[in-house]
């Protein structure tokens, strides 16, 4: 039933054919079963009179969005490539676990929990290996912090097309609350020797994934993860288990992970050859550039919005840094002539999200709204011609320039990346 | 630390309610009335995470581990771990020549990569091929040069380790060590790292130097924010 009638004209008797509509369900007594009550309740809008007029839905083993709500990741489909984050599409901080952004090399594992290990080696006085049940009796830490692709935002800023989404921008970010052991304490109990100074984390998945980690991290705040947003990941996030390097690049937050194995220096994969090196214009490319940068976007208002009427509205996005909190939010709508600290709702944690608002009078004129984020480290989003004039055009990965969105006299919303 | 555990305790309420919401797992109980709770105790069983021997209470003691997990058995160990640092010293015995590396390439790579290494873009990455419009690593002022392997990679070894383990992408692990030699020898012989007739075996994939190995610098990225 996809014909719009407006609530006024909705009546009862709409309510009903609708269900019939939907479901082919019987009328009993001319009252909708409790079924294809349901079906009519979601199949279109109601007003508040006509809702309280007959019986609602079930209750459900899992619970489904509004039929009025249809975030969706895309591309989809692809086993070598990516799928991004409707970020218009989100409140708060935390990305819904099944609209988590998803990036895999070599598709996606189905791997057994009671079989699939985590295995430990190399520099160790002890090696062992860890089944999820194992994970779950050591101490656990539930911590929030976002994943990001550090090649989110290429294509923004190589080109900066106006009819550019939110999520095509930026939708290779997303958040959760994660919950796990400190790599440090399975560490410990393996015994690390002195001589260590690197270790390799390896996936499950296909083609072994793998990348080399200097082992600071590990002591620092590195987890291997089991869970996320209040259940086992996600497949597609590394189920049973994945490592989580607060941050760091996402492609360094190796899913599906089965093997640590501690060394004396970096292996030098694939994966920080050929890939996750960032060119420079003095023709040198940097390696091991972990830390992902200050950075920040509107996603409301947002292409391909249209702003309807003048008039106040919240502006709102998320900020970010991989190397801590975010200090401060600013909001610009005059295109960068000036900017104004926008407010930070909730506590900035580090190496999470925050969700920023600016309050802003739309006067019916062109308008060009910005943000820029400092993080406590004290580094400042760039525009993008001061990111290219520093990493070059062709630079790979680590596109945190100035971005935002043009307003036409129409209301009509462009990505704005020309910065 | 400190600092962060008196965030907590304001964030959580009195730390009473905290010393009550946690006293079953926590060292509350042990250390007597919550009253009397000395704010290191305290500190420490917020943080069992943070165990490291000794310190904190709940733990198994100085010197101790949990025991939680299972031996891995050298065996067990040398059936996952295939991968070769930049050194080679893992390299297996075995070898092949460029002239077998490119049947083998024609025969189990070429349907993805193209017969000379093209690739099929988006879904294919280009291998082979050394623009010289990108020689001398100008890869910084244009997007559209290729990074392949002649031109862009580091290490040689990097090409037996990845090949080995990811590739065919469809059939990974299915390669002989052989045929990854010959591979292996046949893509760097295809962009001139190495001559045509060339072999090779361990001993000799530990001596190739790439052109480009030394354009590769450390993360320099300093704070840009005006003070």
């Known amino acids: 039933m996809k014909k719009i009638i407006q609530p006024a004209a909705l009546t009862r008797r709409d309510l009903i054919a609708s269900a019939v509509g939907t479901v082919g369900g019987a009328i009993v007594a001319g009252l909708p079963t409790a079924l294809s009550g349901q079906s009519a309740l979601s199949a279109r809008p109601s007003d508040p009179v006509h809702a309280l007029m007959h019986l609602g839905g079930t209750t459900s083993p899992l619970g489904a969005r509004s039929a009025f709500e249809a975030p969706t990741r895309a591309p989809f489909g692809e086993t070598t490539g990516s799928s991004y984050t409707p970020l218009q599409d989100l409140a708060g901080n935390i990305t819904p676990s099944d609209l988590h952004f998803e990036r895999h090399h070599a598709g996606i594992p189905s791997l057994d929990p009671a079989r699939h290990t985590l295995t430990i080696h190399g520099l160790v006085d002890q090696p062992l290996s860890f089944t999820v049940d194992d994970l779950k009796r050591f101490p656990q830490v539930v911590r929030q912090y976002f994943v990001e692709c550090s090649g989110n935002g290429r294509g923004a800023f190589r080109d900066p097309k106006p009819e550019l989404t939110a999520q095509k921008v930026a939708g290779l970010l997303s958040t959760s609350e994660w919950t796990g052991v400190p790599l440090a304490t399975l560490l410990r109990e393996a015994g690390v020797q002195p001589a260590a100074k690197w270790f390799l984390a390896e996936g499950g998945d296909a083609c072994l994934l793998t990348r080399s980690v200097p082992i600071e991290k590990a002591w620092d705040d590195a987890i291997v993860v089991w869970a996320q947003n209040g259940e086992p990941l996600r497949p597609a996030q590394g189920y049973p288990m994945r490592l989580l390097l607060p941050g760091w690049e996402g492609n360094i937050n190796v899913k599906w992970l089965r093997r640590i194995e501690l060394g004396t220096q970096p292996w030098m994969t694939r994966w920080e050859t050929s890939k996750y090196t960032d060119p420079l214009p003095n023709n040198t490319a940097r390696r091991f550039s972990f830390e992902l940068d200050a950075k920040s976007i509107i996603t409301s208002p947002s292409a391909p919005d249209t702003i309807p009427t003048p008039g106040w509205r919240a502006v709102h996005g998320l900020a970010w840094s991989g190397r801590g909190r975010i200090a401060r939010i600013e909001v610009s709508t005059d295109g960068g002539t000036s900017w104004t600290n926008a407010e930070l709702l909730g506590e900035s944690q580090p190496k999470s999200t925050v969700r920023f608002q600016y309050m802003w009078e739309w006067k019916g004129n062109e308008a060009t709204l910005l943000s820029r984020a400092t993080d406590e480290a004290g580094f400042v989003q760039p525009t993008r011609s001061a990111l290219i004039a520093e990493r070059g055009l062709g630079t790979d990965y680590h596109f945190n320039q100035v971005v935002g969105w043009k307003i036409e006299r129409s209301g009509k919303v462009l990505f704005h990346g020309e910065t | ?227």
């Open chain 2, 1 to 227: 630390m400190r600092y962060t555990f008196m965030r907590r305790v304001r964030r959580g309420g009195t730390v009473a309610t905290l010393c009550a919401t946690t006293f079953a797992l926590t060292g509350c109980g042990r250390t007597g009335t919550e009253s009397n709770l000395s704010q290191t105790a305290l500190d420490a069983s917020m943080r069992f995470a943070d165990y490291d021997g000794g310190t904190v209470p709940g733990g198994p003691g100085a010197g101790q581990g949990y025991a939680i997990g299972s031996t891995a058995t050298a065996e067990a160990i040398a059936t996952l771990n295939t991968d070769i640092g930049p050194g080679g010293a893992e390299l297996p015995s075995g070898s092949g020549t460029v002239a077998t590396g490119r049947a083998v390439y024609a025969a189990k790579c070429a349907l993805c990569h193209g017969a000379n290494g093209e690739g099929m873009a988006p879904a294919f990455p280009r291998l082979s091929g050394r623009d010289p419009n990108a020689e001398g690593f100008k890869f910084a002022s244009d997007p559209k040069l290729p990074h392949t392997i002649g031109n862009y990679w580091s290490h040689a070894t990097t090409l037996f380790d990845y090949i080995r383990r990811a590739m065919p992408h469809a059939t990974p692990g299915s390669l002989t060590n052989d045929e990854v030699y010959a591979l292996t020898a046949h893509l760097l012989a295809v962009d001139d790292v190495i001559p045509d007739d060339a072999t090779l075996d361990a001993t000799a994939l530990r001596a190739v130097k790439m052109p480009y190995a030394d354009r590769f610098v450390p993360d320099d990225r300093r704070p840009t924010a005006k003070k």
